[in-house]
Protein backbone atom coordinates (compact mmCIF):
# COMPACT_ATOMS: atom_id res chain seq x y z
CA UNK A 1 0.00 0.00 0.00
CA UNK A 2 2.97 2.41 0.63
CA UNK A 3 4.68 1.35 -2.42
CA UNK A 4 1.45 2.19 -4.21
CA UNK A 5 1.03 5.57 -2.34
CA UNK A 6 4.70 6.18 -3.60
CA UNK A 7 4.34 5.19 -7.15
CA UNK A 8 1.48 7.35 -7.77
CA UNK A 9 3.06 10.45 -5.94
CA UNK A 10 6.27 10.26 -7.81
CA UNK A 11 4.28 9.64 -11.22
CA UNK A 12 2.39 12.53 -10.19
CA UNK A 13 5.45 14.75 -9.73
CA UNK A 14 7.14 13.48 -12.59
CA UNK A 15 4.31 14.46 -15.29
CA UNK A 16 4.33 17.35 -13.74
CA UNK A 17 7.54 18.32 -14.36
CA UNK A 18 7.13 17.30 -17.41
CA UNK A 19 4.36 19.51 -18.65
CA UNK A 20 6.19 22.55 -17.28
CA UNK A 21 9.14 21.62 -19.35
CA UNK A 22 7.00 21.31 -22.63
CA UNK A 23 5.41 24.35 -21.83
CA UNK A 24 8.62 26.12 -21.49
CA UNK A 25 10.02 24.21 -24.78
CA UNK A 26 7.54 25.74 -26.61
CA UNK A 27 8.07 28.94 -25.20
CA UNK A 28 11.84 28.91 -27.24
CA UNK A 29 11.41 27.31 -30.39
CA UNK A 30 10.07 28.26 -33.41
CA UNK A 31 7.11 26.68 -34.69
CA UNK A 32 7.50 27.97 -38.42
CA UNK A 33 10.33 25.26 -38.94
CA UNK A 34 10.22 21.61 -39.69
CA UNK A 35 11.40 20.86 -36.11
CA UNK A 36 9.22 23.24 -34.54
CA UNK A 37 6.32 21.94 -36.12
CA UNK A 38 7.44 18.90 -35.51
CA UNK A 39 7.61 19.41 -31.76
CA UNK A 40 4.42 21.05 -31.60
CA UNK A 41 2.76 18.22 -33.07
CA UNK A 42 4.23 16.05 -29.91
CA UNK A 43 3.67 18.75 -27.18
CA UNK A 44 0.19 18.79 -28.53
CA UNK A 45 -0.50 15.09 -28.29
CA UNK A 46 0.69 15.38 -24.38
CA UNK A 47 -1.18 18.31 -24.01
CA UNK A 48 -4.19 16.14 -23.98
CA UNK A 49 -3.08 14.86 -20.28
CA UNK A 50 -4.73 16.76 -17.95
CA UNK A 51 -4.75 17.16 -14.12
CA UNK A 52 -7.55 18.41 -12.20
CA UNK A 53 -8.78 18.19 -8.87
CA UNK A 54 -10.22 20.12 -6.04
CA UNK A 55 -10.17 19.57 -1.70
CA UNK A 56 -13.70 20.20 0.21
CA UNK A 57 -12.53 21.02 4.16
CA UNK A 58 -16.17 21.83 5.81
CA UNK A 59 -17.01 22.69 9.65
CA UNK A 60 -20.38 21.13 10.77
CA UNK A 61 -22.76 21.71 13.78
CA UNK A 62 -25.60 19.44 14.42
CA UNK A 63 -28.57 19.88 16.66
CA UNK A 64 -27.93 16.97 18.48
CA UNK A 65 -25.50 14.96 19.96
CA UNK A 66 -24.83 12.01 17.62
CA UNK A 67 -27.23 11.93 15.07
CA UNK A 68 -27.35 9.77 11.91
CA UNK A 69 -27.38 12.16 9.07
CA UNK A 70 -26.74 12.20 4.87
CA UNK A 71 -25.05 15.22 5.20
CA UNK A 72 -21.56 13.76 5.35
CA UNK A 73 -22.42 10.46 7.60
CA UNK A 74 -22.95 9.94 11.36
CA UNK A 75 -21.87 11.91 14.16
CA UNK A 76 -19.90 10.34 16.75
CA UNK A 77 -22.26 9.64 19.98
CA UNK A 78 -20.81 12.26 21.59
CA UNK A 79 -19.96 14.99 19.28
CA UNK A 80 -22.44 17.66 17.68
CA UNK A 81 -20.04 19.56 15.83
CA UNK A 82 -16.71 18.87 13.45
CA UNK A 83 -14.10 19.81 11.20
CA UNK A 84 -13.37 17.24 8.49
CA UNK A 85 -12.28 16.59 5.08
CA UNK A 86 -15.02 16.06 2.83
CA UNK A 87 -13.41 15.20 -0.78
CA UNK A 88 -10.36 14.87 -2.17
CA UNK A 89 -10.07 14.07 -5.84
CA UNK A 90 -7.56 14.26 -7.64
CA UNK A 91 -8.21 13.06 -11.46
CA UNK A 92 -6.19 12.37 -14.51
CA UNK A 93 -7.42 12.82 -17.86
CA UNK A 94 -5.82 11.82 -21.35
CA UNK A 95 -7.47 11.93 -24.55
CA UNK A 96 -6.36 10.98 -28.01
CA UNK A 97 -7.33 12.89 -30.83
CA UNK A 98 -7.19 12.46 -35.09
CA UNK A 99 -6.66 14.75 -37.32
CA UNK A 100 -9.95 15.87 -37.55
CA UNK A 101 -9.75 17.02 -34.52
CA UNK A 102 -12.62 13.92 -32.91
CA UNK A 103 -11.98 11.79 -30.27
CA UNK A 104 -10.38 8.63 -30.38
CA UNK A 105 -9.44 7.34 -27.22
CA UNK A 106 -10.09 8.54 -23.47
CA UNK A 107 -8.57 7.37 -20.28
CA UNK A 108 -9.44 8.34 -16.60
CA UNK A 109 -8.55 7.86 -13.29
CA UNK A 110 -10.19 9.71 -9.85
CA UNK A 111 -8.93 9.40 -6.52
CA UNK A 112 -10.57 10.14 -3.53
CA UNK A 113 -8.23 11.27 -0.31
CA UNK A 114 -9.94 11.88 3.02
CA UNK A 115 -8.59 11.85 7.06
CA UNK A 116 -10.96 8.72 6.45
CA UNK A 117 -8.77 6.92 3.64
CA UNK A 118 -8.05 7.24 0.11
CA UNK A 119 -10.32 5.27 -2.32
CA UNK A 120 -10.79 5.23 -5.72
CA UNK A 121 -13.48 7.12 -7.03
CA UNK A 122 -13.41 6.53 -11.40
CA UNK A 123 -11.20 4.45 -13.26
CA UNK A 124 -11.92 3.57 -17.18
CA UNK A 125 -11.48 3.90 -20.24
CA UNK A 126 -13.81 4.75 -23.07
CA UNK A 127 -13.02 4.04 -27.09
CA UNK A 128 -15.12 6.44 -30.08
CA UNK A 129 -16.29 5.44 -33.16
CA UNK A 130 -14.31 7.75 -35.80
CA UNK A 131 -16.31 6.44 -38.93
CA UNK A 132 -19.76 8.05 -37.45
CA UNK A 133 -18.46 10.10 -34.84
CA UNK A 134 -21.48 9.09 -32.45
CA UNK A 135 -21.12 5.98 -31.01
CA UNK A 136 -18.71 5.69 -27.55
CA UNK A 137 -18.34 2.35 -25.31
CA UNK A 138 -16.71 2.97 -21.85
CA UNK A 139 -15.56 0.23 -19.66
CA UNK A 140 -14.25 -0.11 -16.11
CA UNK A 141 -15.49 2.17 -12.96
CA UNK A 142 -17.56 5.48 -13.04
CA UNK A 143 -20.76 7.34 -12.54
CA UNK A 144 -24.00 5.00 -13.32
CA UNK A 145 -26.13 6.85 -16.33
CA UNK A 146 -29.57 7.17 -13.92
CA UNK A 147 -30.65 10.71 -13.48
CA UNK A 148 -29.07 14.13 -13.17
CA UNK A 149 -28.32 14.37 -9.44
CA UNK A 150 -26.07 11.52 -9.71
CA UNK A 151 -23.95 12.09 -12.18
CA UNK A 152 -24.03 15.72 -11.20
CA UNK A 153 -20.11 15.93 -10.02
CA UNK A 154 -19.46 17.10 -6.26
CA UNK A 155 -17.61 19.89 -7.29
CA UNK A 156 -19.82 21.56 -9.08
CA UNK A 157 -23.11 20.71 -7.61
CA UNK A 158 -24.70 23.77 -5.48
CA UNK A 159 -25.48 21.79 -2.36
CA UNK A 160 -23.15 19.96 -0.18
CA UNK A 161 -24.55 16.41 -0.96
CA UNK A 162 -26.94 14.62 -3.09
CA UNK A 163 -30.44 13.79 -1.21
CA UNK A 164 -31.31 10.97 0.93
CA UNK A 165 -32.76 8.91 -1.91
CA UNK A 166 -29.73 9.31 -4.64
CA UNK A 167 -27.24 8.29 -1.49
CA UNK A 168 -29.19 5.29 -0.53
CA UNK A 169 -30.36 3.27 -3.49
CA UNK A 170 -26.55 4.35 -5.84
CA UNK A 171 -24.23 5.07 -2.96
CA UNK A 172 -20.86 6.42 -4.44
CA UNK A 173 -23.27 6.89 -7.63
CA UNK A 174 -20.24 4.21 -9.22
CA UNK A 175 -20.30 0.55 -10.41
CA UNK A 176 -17.98 -1.11 -12.18
CA UNK A 177 -19.49 -2.64 -15.75
CA UNK A 178 -19.26 -1.62 -19.70
CA UNK A 179 -21.81 1.32 -21.49
CA UNK A 180 -22.32 1.95 -24.74
CA UNK A 181 -23.54 5.68 -25.76
CA UNK A 182 -24.70 7.51 -28.44
CA UNK A 183 -23.75 10.76 -28.71
CA UNK A 184 -23.38 12.55 -32.25
CA UNK A 185 -19.92 15.02 -32.20
CA UNK A 186 -20.21 16.80 -34.78
CA UNK A 187 -21.52 19.90 -34.87
CA UNK A 188 -24.21 19.60 -38.04
CA UNK A 189 -25.20 16.32 -37.15
CA UNK A 190 -29.31 16.77 -36.96
CA UNK A 191 -29.62 14.43 -33.37
CA UNK A 192 -26.43 16.69 -31.72
CA UNK A 193 -28.95 17.35 -28.91
CA UNK A 194 -29.19 13.52 -28.09
CA UNK A 195 -27.66 11.38 -25.68
CA UNK A 196 -28.47 7.77 -25.45
CA UNK A 197 -26.70 5.48 -22.55
CA UNK A 198 -27.11 1.82 -21.87
CA UNK A 199 -24.75 -0.27 -20.10
CA UNK A 200 -24.46 -3.17 -17.48
CA UNK A 201 -22.98 -3.19 -14.28
CA UNK A 202 -22.13 -5.18 -11.68
CA UNK A 203 -25.05 -3.83 -8.94
CA UNK A 204 -23.75 -3.32 -5.99
CA UNK A 205 -21.44 -0.11 -6.80
CA UNK A 206 -18.38 0.37 -4.62
CA UNK A 207 -19.85 -0.71 -1.48
CA UNK A 208 -18.43 -4.30 -1.69
CA UNK A 209 -15.49 -5.99 -3.05
CA UNK A 210 -16.70 -7.47 -5.45
CA UNK A 211 -19.65 -9.03 -7.49
CA UNK A 212 -21.37 -11.29 -5.57
CA UNK A 213 -23.62 -12.87 -7.49
CA UNK A 214 -24.03 -13.64 -11.44
CA UNK A 215 -26.87 -10.81 -12.10
CA UNK A 216 -26.01 -8.22 -14.18
CA UNK A 217 -28.05 -4.42 -13.86
CA UNK A 218 -28.92 -2.84 -16.90
CA UNK A 219 -29.03 0.90 -17.00
CA UNK A 220 -30.11 3.25 -19.70
CA UNK A 221 -31.20 6.90 -19.94
CA UNK A 222 -31.95 9.14 -22.70
CA UNK A 223 -30.99 12.85 -22.25
CA UNK A 224 -32.20 16.13 -24.28
CA UNK A 225 -29.36 18.50 -23.84
CA UNK A 226 -30.33 21.84 -23.11
CA UNK A 227 -32.60 23.31 -25.88
CA UNK A 228 -32.99 27.20 -26.51
CA UNK A 229 -36.73 28.02 -25.87
CA UNK A 230 -37.16 31.51 -26.82
CA UNK A 231 -35.24 34.73 -28.22
CA UNK A 232 -34.16 35.45 -24.15
CA UNK A 233 -32.08 32.35 -24.55
CA UNK A 234 -34.53 30.59 -22.32
CA UNK A 235 -32.72 26.67 -22.11
CA UNK A 236 -34.51 23.47 -20.97
CA UNK A 237 -33.34 20.15 -20.73
CA UNK A 238 -34.67 16.66 -19.38
CA UNK A 239 -34.66 13.21 -19.67
CA UNK A 240 -36.00 9.76 -18.98
CA UNK A 241 -33.97 6.85 -16.76
CA UNK A 242 -34.41 2.92 -16.38
CA UNK A 243 -32.91 0.12 -13.94
CA UNK A 244 -33.63 -3.21 -14.33
CA UNK A 245 -31.72 -5.26 -11.76
CA UNK A 246 -31.81 -7.09 -9.14
CA UNK A 247 -29.92 -9.43 -6.81
CA UNK A 248 -29.96 -13.42 -6.56
CA UNK A 249 -31.58 -14.62 -3.46
CA UNK A 250 -29.15 -16.74 -1.33
CA UNK A 251 -32.12 -17.47 1.20
CA UNK A 252 -36.03 -18.43 0.95
CA UNK A 253 -37.19 -16.17 2.74
CA UNK A 254 -38.32 -13.16 1.21
CA UNK A 255 -40.99 -10.42 2.53
CA UNK A 256 -43.16 -8.37 0.58
CA UNK A 257 -46.13 -6.30 1.34
CA UNK A 258 -49.54 -7.26 1.82
CA UNK A 259 -53.05 -5.42 2.15
CA UNK A 260 -53.23 -5.37 5.52
CA UNK A 261 -50.02 -2.91 5.59
CA UNK A 262 -48.03 -5.45 7.20
CA UNK A 263 -44.98 -7.73 5.75
CA UNK A 264 -45.49 -10.87 4.54
CA UNK A 265 -43.56 -13.93 4.46
CA UNK A 266 -42.63 -16.99 1.62
CA UNK A 267 -40.67 -19.25 2.41
CA UNK A 268 -41.32 -21.34 -0.45
CA UNK A 269 -38.05 -23.62 -0.92
CA UNK A 270 -37.48 -22.42 -4.35
CA UNK A 271 -37.24 -19.39 -3.80
CA UNK A 272 -33.06 -19.64 -3.26
CA UNK A 273 -31.82 -19.17 -6.36
CA UNK A 274 -34.12 -16.55 -8.15
CA UNK A 275 -33.59 -13.16 -8.34
CA UNK A 276 -35.16 -10.14 -5.89
CA UNK A 277 -35.91 -7.30 -8.26
CA UNK A 278 -34.10 -3.81 -8.04
CA UNK A 279 -36.46 -1.82 -10.94
CA UNK A 280 -35.70 2.21 -10.58
CA UNK A 281 -37.76 4.51 -13.02
CA UNK A 282 -36.81 8.36 -13.39
CA UNK A 283 -37.42 11.38 -15.25
CA UNK A 284 -35.61 14.54 -14.70
CA UNK A 285 -36.28 18.58 -16.06
CA UNK A 286 -33.70 21.08 -16.00
CA UNK A 287 -34.63 24.97 -16.85
CA UNK A 288 -32.02 27.93 -17.31
CA UNK A 289 -32.91 31.45 -17.29
CA UNK A 290 -30.39 33.91 -18.09
CA UNK A 291 -30.71 37.12 -15.71
CA UNK A 292 -28.74 39.60 -17.60
CA UNK A 293 -25.04 39.77 -18.84
CA UNK A 294 -22.79 39.38 -15.79
CA UNK A 295 -25.69 38.68 -13.60
CA UNK A 296 -26.30 34.66 -13.75
CA UNK A 297 -29.07 32.69 -13.96
CA UNK A 298 -32.22 31.43 -12.44
CA UNK A 299 -32.44 27.51 -12.16
CA UNK A 300 -34.83 25.08 -11.77
CA UNK A 301 -34.30 21.09 -11.09
CA UNK A 302 -36.73 18.61 -10.73
CA UNK A 303 -36.39 15.00 -10.86
CA UNK A 304 -38.42 11.94 -9.50
CA UNK A 305 -37.87 8.24 -8.75
CA UNK A 306 -40.10 5.02 -8.03
CA UNK A 307 -39.92 1.68 -8.29
CA UNK A 308 -39.09 -1.44 -6.55
CA UNK A 309 -35.91 -2.14 -4.12
CA UNK A 310 -34.65 -4.96 -2.47
CA UNK A 311 -32.90 -4.84 0.60
CA UNK A 312 -32.77 -5.79 4.66
CA UNK A 313 -35.24 -5.27 7.93
CA UNK A 314 -33.06 -2.75 8.87
CA UNK A 315 -32.10 -0.92 5.95
CA UNK A 316 -33.19 -0.06 1.99
CA UNK A 317 -29.93 0.88 0.93
CA UNK A 318 -28.21 -1.65 -2.03
CA UNK A 319 -26.44 -4.19 -0.59
CA UNK A 320 -22.72 -4.39 -0.90
CA UNK A 321 -21.94 -8.28 0.19
CA UNK A 322 -24.45 -10.68 0.69
CA UNK A 323 -26.63 -9.84 3.63
CA UNK A 324 -26.25 -12.20 6.94
CA UNK A 325 -27.43 -12.64 10.42
CA UNK A 326 -25.59 -12.14 13.31
CA UNK A 327 -24.80 -15.83 13.05
CA UNK A 328 -23.53 -15.97 9.84
CA UNK A 329 -26.60 -17.43 8.25
CA UNK A 330 -28.24 -15.54 5.10
CA UNK A 331 -30.70 -13.12 5.87
CA UNK A 332 -34.02 -12.99 4.90
CA UNK A 333 -34.80 -10.12 1.82
CA UNK A 334 -37.43 -7.63 2.12
CA UNK A 335 -38.87 -6.51 -0.70
CA UNK A 336 -40.11 -2.48 -0.76
CA UNK A 337 -42.08 0.07 -3.40
CA UNK A 338 -40.43 3.37 -3.17
CA UNK A 339 -40.60 6.22 -4.31
CA UNK A 340 -39.07 9.91 -4.38
CA UNK A 341 -38.00 13.16 -5.60
CA UNK A 342 -35.87 16.47 -4.97
CA UNK A 343 -37.07 20.33 -6.61
CA UNK A 344 -33.77 22.84 -7.12
CA UNK A 345 -34.49 26.50 -7.23
CA UNK A 346 -31.37 28.31 -7.26
CA UNK A 347 -30.89 32.19 -7.68
CA UNK A 348 -27.78 34.15 -8.62
CA UNK A 349 -27.98 37.82 -6.86
CA UNK A 350 -27.11 40.15 -9.33
CA UNK A 351 -23.86 38.70 -10.01
CA UNK A 352 -22.50 35.45 -10.76
CA UNK A 353 -20.32 35.58 -7.93
CA UNK A 354 -23.20 34.96 -5.27
CA UNK A 355 -25.99 32.92 -5.44
CA UNK A 356 -28.75 31.17 -3.33
CA UNK A 357 -29.87 27.73 -3.33
CA UNK A 358 -33.05 26.19 -1.73
CA UNK A 359 -33.66 22.40 -2.18
CA UNK A 360 -36.21 19.63 -1.00
CA UNK A 361 -36.41 16.15 -1.37
CA UNK A 362 -38.36 13.21 -0.02
CA UNK A 363 -37.69 9.66 0.27
CA UNK A 364 -40.23 7.08 1.19
CA UNK A 365 -38.72 3.98 1.29
CA UNK A 366 -42.29 1.90 1.85
CA UNK A 367 -45.37 3.31 -0.01
CA UNK A 368 -47.39 0.76 0.78
CA UNK A 369 -47.26 2.20 4.64
CA UNK A 370 -47.38 5.93 6.58
CA UNK A 371 -47.45 7.03 9.93
CA UNK A 372 -48.46 4.85 12.50
CA UNK A 373 -48.89 2.34 10.51
CA UNK A 374 -45.38 1.95 11.17
CA UNK A 375 -44.45 0.37 14.66
CA UNK A 376 -47.87 -1.31 14.59
CA UNK A 377 -48.33 -4.71 16.25
CA UNK A 378 -47.28 -8.04 13.49
CA UNK A 379 -46.57 -5.41 11.01
CA UNK A 380 -42.82 -6.37 11.09
CA UNK A 381 -42.33 -2.26 9.79
CA UNK A 382 -38.61 -1.24 11.46
CA UNK A 383 -36.87 2.63 10.97
CA UNK A 384 -36.44 1.67 7.57
CA UNK A 385 -39.90 1.91 6.05
CA UNK A 386 -40.01 5.91 7.25
CA UNK A 387 -40.89 8.60 5.35
CA UNK A 388 -37.64 11.92 5.37
CA UNK A 389 -38.44 14.96 3.80
CA UNK A 390 -35.42 17.32 3.65
CA UNK A 391 -35.50 21.14 2.83
CA UNK A 392 -32.19 22.51 2.59
CA UNK A 393 -31.00 26.52 1.66
CA UNK A 394 -27.80 28.11 1.44
CA UNK A 395 -25.32 30.71 0.28
CA UNK A 396 -22.52 30.28 -2.46
CA UNK A 397 -20.16 32.92 -2.94
CA UNK A 398 -17.34 32.25 -5.87
CA UNK A 399 -14.34 34.25 -5.00
CA UNK A 400 -12.98 33.34 -8.16
CA UNK A 401 -12.29 30.24 -10.66
CA UNK A 402 -10.75 28.49 -7.68
CA UNK A 403 -12.27 28.88 -4.10
CA UNK A 404 -15.88 28.83 -2.95
CA UNK A 405 -17.97 29.45 0.03
CA UNK A 406 -20.82 27.74 1.12
CA UNK A 407 -22.73 28.10 3.91
CA UNK A 408 -25.77 25.88 3.54
CA UNK A 409 -28.50 23.98 6.24
CA UNK A 410 -30.55 21.26 6.25
CA UNK A 411 -33.85 20.83 8.07
CA UNK A 412 -34.84 17.04 8.38
CA UNK A 413 -38.18 15.72 8.88
CA UNK A 414 -39.38 12.41 9.12
CA UNK A 415 -42.74 11.14 10.06
CA UNK A 416 -44.01 10.66 13.23
CA UNK A 417 -44.54 6.58 13.49
CA UNK A 418 -45.76 4.02 16.46
CA UNK A 419 -41.79 3.04 16.35
CA UNK A 420 -39.78 3.62 19.71
CA UNK A 421 -38.03 6.61 19.53
CA UNK A 422 -40.10 7.73 16.00
CA UNK A 423 -42.91 8.67 17.73
CA UNK A 424 -42.60 12.24 16.80
CA UNK A 425 -39.54 14.30 14.57
CA UNK A 426 -35.71 13.31 15.37
CA UNK A 427 -33.51 16.27 16.13
CA UNK A 428 -31.17 15.51 13.39
CA UNK A 429 -30.94 18.89 11.32
CA UNK A 430 -27.00 20.27 10.32
CA UNK A 431 -25.12 23.24 9.02
CA UNK A 432 -22.27 23.22 6.99
CA UNK A 433 -19.49 25.97 6.58
CA UNK A 434 -17.50 24.43 3.22
CA UNK A 435 -14.75 26.29 1.26
CA UNK A 436 -13.65 24.61 -2.02
CA UNK A 437 -10.27 24.93 -3.41
CA UNK A 438 -10.24 23.84 -7.10
CA UNK A 439 -7.53 23.72 -9.60
Request: net charge positive.
Amino acid sequence: MRFAKFLLVACFLMLTTLATRAQFLMDMIDTTKAVGKGMLSMYQKYDALRFSGYIQPQFQMASARGINTFAGGNFNKESDNRWMLRRGRIRVDYEHYNDQDMPVLQFAFQFDGTERGVNIRDFYGRVFDTKFNVFAFAAGMFARPFGWEVNLSSGDRETPERGRMSQILMKTERDIGGMLSFEPRKKDHPLRFLKIDAGLFNGQGLTGPSDFDSHKDFIGRIYIKPRKLNAQNWRLSGGVSVLMGGMQQFTNVIYTMDNAHAFKVDSTVTNAGKIAPRHYYGADMQLKIPNGKGKGFTQFRAEYIRGKQTATASTTETPGTIPLTPDGKYAPLYIRKFDGAYLYFIQNLASDKHQVVVRYDWYDPNTDVKGTQIGAPGGGLTQADIRYNTLGFGYLYYLNEHLKLSVYYDWVENEATALPGYEKDLDDNVLTCRLQYRF
